[in-house]
């Protein structure tokens, strides 16, 4: 939940517009768990940031894609944040704000 509301937030400083942002993030809040099923056959599935959702690691509920561990998602998702929070700063400091 916390990497779409980052992407989110990135989308927002990308677009300027909060109902794009908003709904693309909900459309791949609710569509992430079927992406990732579908390309759990490839390798690089586990690299996707719907795979890494920590709470498939919660007791009782079973990882989507076998071959995760905690350790793992963890980093992904920290590769991740620091890559949409770095785009948005990014892009946030070149924006010409007077227009």
């Known amino acids: 939940m916390f990497m779409t509301i980052l992407f989110a937030f990135m989308l927002g400083t990308l677009f300027s517009s909060s109902t794009l942002a908003v709904s693309l993030s909900l459309i791949l809040l609710f569509m992430g768990t079927t992406i990732t099923v579908f390309l759990a056959k ?36 920290i590769v991740y944040a620091i890559i949409f929070l770095a785009v948005s700063f990014t892009y946030f400091t070149r924006r010409d704000v007077t227009a």
């Not at 390798?43 to 719907?50: E, H, P, T, V, Y």
């Not at 076998?66 to 350790?71: A, E, I, K, R």
């Open 42 to 77: 490839y390798d690089f599935a586990k690299f996707i940031w719907f795979a890494n959702d920590l709470t498939q690691f919660l007791p009782g509920t079973a990882p989507i894609i076998p071959d995760l561990s905690l350790n793992f998602a963890i980093v992904v998702n």
